[in-house]
Structures are given as structure tokens and as C-alpha cells.
């Protein structure tokens, strides 16, 4: 077969990008394969393509919503969709559409593998299994997903022709991991470089989220900024910021994240693609499968939980090829923030015994079916639980089937024994040390000194050497970030703001209160006082509380300023 006329007639492409060829031709051939690309390398063509040209079903399994309705819109009437979003006759009807061979790809999530009925519609008539975010299936990767386990034995169950895992965001540790929990039998293993050459990284460290926020405006104010994705850590947080940002640019932004309800999202998706808003406030969800080609700038306001997650939700700038920017914004509370949900999410032997004792009980027959809410009530314990039920997984205790999200299902392999105990320990310990590899990993791309470019290609294994089109990143191009970063003030300018402050305060200011004046604070005696209308109100927000109190101090030392004493003591200027 002629594999460059496929590809010119299917997708309209005069030639393949690296490694595509390769993985292409060995689909075709029936063969298992394990595709590692950055974001934007196109690795959907590595397995659409065979999906066309082969004659059979190629079944392909995300937990992303937005990248298979995304997929199957641009893939036109030659692929559907099954998922929990759509009702039961349009989902019956995708499958039959399947089943009667009018479609050549059945995109569906992981858990509708446990429906014995859709297995039964579809088996025999698949032949690539493709497992797509392929990383979801390790748990040392960023993103394990215990629905992932169970299907290697589904693919097999349905008698699919070979396995296809795709993913961007594999370190060597975790590829290997993906290739023996899926069973890949002598794989064809498609690994292209990491660099994406025309994106330009850059670390802004701030003092405070009201600085942050100043810089990100400041930043997607610059010509050629836009379309911007802006990814925020909480849904609080997206809201928070989409309001800010609204203001300051004088133009809508749009918010987006899973607190909205579907038709909310489905309209700022279909909005943004389509260039009638041009920046998206956002959870990490978004963008993710989404193929935007023209982002010119992907922004950060905390520091993601680790250098796999952001490179892989960086990577959404710029895959036209065209120069685009990663940004990532720091402030030191993001640090703390880290330590305490990997400490929340650690999994203590309580919790493993209970997971287990009730699984056990409740599986008398050999199998399970319990609702997650009886083993988590709360769902801040929804990550802690996965990790149980992985770590019961890999020791060999139970056999998790794909399931709805609120619904534990499975085998009872051995009985939770002496032995087994053992090896649940020793893979809660490892799952910690992973947790804890992975915020040095994010930390040292924060705080370190080495071109960004180069670590994150070591990161995931890249030994070649950096290629930029551009400033590289901050690190080799310090001027890379300065149009996001107000200039900065004066020695002169700070102190001349403090006195006219103390001058100007009425009632008198001690010194943390000056301080908070300058940095903006919004305390109600300080609203109460109306200090908020003074001259320097907020002019100082990029600087943290000790440096414009070192100024203070500063002035109080050279005898510029006098502090009254006494219980509260304010200050004055020495005349």
C-alpha cells in the first residue's frame, strides 16, 4: 500500500512528519505499537490513517471528552462517538452505525468497557485497540487512571488484531511501564524528539496573585499574544481570574471548567475554536485532544503538579509551527501548596485495609461491584482511592474492571494475606517517592538556573541537543518575559512613595500598615480609613511585603522616618 497517497487523499497532506510513516505502516500490518510524541507532533494521524485504509473496526479509548467529539467532528461521517454526555439512542446508534461497518473509528471512554453489552455488540469486529493518553495506564505517570488497567484483557476479550498506545507525555520509566501493563508483544516503538522548536518557555516568579494577575494581563495585552489559553489550578480560581482578566483587557474571557455543566462548556469550547473569543480561562481539562493550531500563547498562573503535565498542556501553543510562547507563573505559596496535597494524598494502611477487607466481603462470589461513595464519602479522597485500588492491582490481589466513575468493579485474584500486605506497602511507598520525584522535577524547572528547554528534553529522556526558533526561554533570553513584568521600581521611587504615604495617611500608619498600603492590601481597617485612595495605593504589588518593609526599615535607619514608640507605634517624617 502506498502510504503517502493514503495520506494525501484522506487528510490532504503532501508528506508525513517524523516517525509517522513508521507507526502508520506498522498499524497497517496489524502490528502493536507504542507512539511517544510531544503535543502537536500529530499523533491522531498514527492512528486515524490505518483506521481508514484497513478494512476492519478500530475502537479508540480516551477519558477526554473534548478530544473525541473534537476528533469525530473533523473526521466527518467516518468516525463516531459513544459516552455517558450523549443519551441512549444516540450512543445505540453509534454502535450499530459501527457494527454495520458505515464507520471506521468508535471513539469511547474507558469505563464503557464495563457494559457486557457493548462488549458483546462489538466483539470480533475490532482490529486496532487504540489506548489514547496512554500514560493514564502507570501509575508513575501524571495522570494514572485505574479504568486504564483492565484494558489490555478488553482489547484481547474483543480479539482486536494489535494495540496502538499513544501518548505525549512518556518518561522512559513510564513507557515501559505503559508496554507491560498493556501487554504490548513486540511493539513497534515510535519515539520522536521532545523539542518543539517554535515555543519559547519563560518562568515569571511573583510576589503576590494580585501581581500575577497584572503581569498576565500585561502579557496577553502584547501584539500577537492571542489566542491564549490561561490554565488555573481551581475552578475558583478560573473564575476568578476570567473576571479580572475581562476587566483589565476591556474584552470578554471566557471561563471554562467542569463546575459550569455541559452545554456552559460545549459553547466556550465552540467559541473559542472558532475565534470569536480569543483567551479562555481554564482547568487543566481544556485543550486537552483540542486542536487549536493557531494558540499563540499558553499561560500558567500556578505551578502544575508536575514537568509531564505542564509540558503536555504547554505543548497546545503553537502547533501551526509558527512561533508561540509557554509561560509559567510562580509565587512562593504554590511550593507549600504541593507538599500539602501530596501529604493529603498519601494512602495509609487503614485505608488499604479497609479498601481491601470490604472488596473481599463484598466479593464472595470472586467478583466486585461496590459504589465508590461507600469506600470515599468525601471526595477529596477520590485520588487517595485510585492509588488503593492501583496498588491492589499491581499487587495482585484484585482485577479491576472499567466502570462507571462511581462504581468499583472486578475480580478477587488472592485473598489480602500476610504476603499480600507486603507488597501493597512496598507499592504505596514507591507511589510516594514518585509523588515526591515528580515536585523536585517541576521545582528544579522553576527555581533552576539551566536553560528550561534542555531540562524539560532531559526530563523525558531527549539526549539531542536544544533547537530554538526563537528567544529559546528565559533563562538563555532574560528579555523573553520582560513585557510581562512591570519595570522595575527605583530604590528612590519606593521611598519617596513611603513618605508621601506616611504624610498623607490620616489617622498616622505604623509600618506593616504602610506596607500594606503600597502592596494594595484590602483589610477592612485599612478600606475603613479610605487609605485605599491614597496616591502609592497598590502602586507596589509586584514586591513582596519584606522588600517594601526592608525599604521602611531602610528609611527608619538613615533618620528620614521616626516611629512614635509605645504600644502601637506609628510613623512620621523627621522634618
Known sequence: MDLSSALQEHFGFASFRPGQEEAVGAAVAGRNVLVVMPTGAGKSLCYQLPALVRDDLTVVVSPLVSLMQDQVEALGGRAVLVNAQQDAATNQAAIEAACRGEVRLLYVAPERFGSPGFLEAIKGRVGLFVVDEAHCVSQWGHDFRPDYFRLADAARYLGARAIVASTATATPTVARDIEQRLGLDDPVKVTTGFDRPNLDFGVVRVASTKAKHKRIAATLAEPGATPAIVYAGTRAGVERLATALTASLGREVLAYHAGLG????????????????DVVVATNAFGMGVDKADVRTVIHESVPGSLEAYYQEAGRAGRDG?????????????????????????????????????????GADGTYNVEARELASDPDEDERLRAVIGHLAQAGV??????????????????FDGAARARTRTLVADGTRAR????RAIWEYVEGERCRREAILRHFGDQLAPVAHGACCDVCDPSLVAGAVPPAAAPADIEAAILDTVDAASPACGRTRVVEILRGGRSRKLLENSYDGLPSYGRFD????????????????????????????????VS
Open 436 to 439: 515526591w520525584r515528580q515536585y
Open 542 to 573: 509586584h514586591l513582596s511585603a519584606q522588600e517594601v518593609l526592608d525599604h521602611v526599615d531602610g528609611l527608619i535607619t538613615a533618620g528620614r522616618l521616626r516611629s512614635t514608640g509605645g504600644a502601637y507605634p506609628k510613623l512620621a517624617r
Open 398 to 415: 484484585i482485577a479491576p474492571t472499567p466502570a462507571p466513575v462511581d462504581r468499583l468493579r472486578g475480580r478477587i485474584l488472592a485473598p
Open 262 to 277: 455541559r452545554q456552559p462548556r460545549a459553547e466556550a469550547q465552540r467559541r473559542f475554536m472558532g475565534g470569536e473569543v
Open 322 to 362: 509558527l512561533p508561540a510562547k509557554a509561560l509559567l507563573f510562580a509565587e512562593s505559596r504554590d511550593k507549600g501548596l504541593h507538599v500539602f496535597f501530596i501529604q493529603r494524598s498519601e494512602v495509609d494502611d487503614a485505608l488499604v485495609e479497609c479498601v481491601a477487607r470490604t472488596l473481599e466481603f463484598r
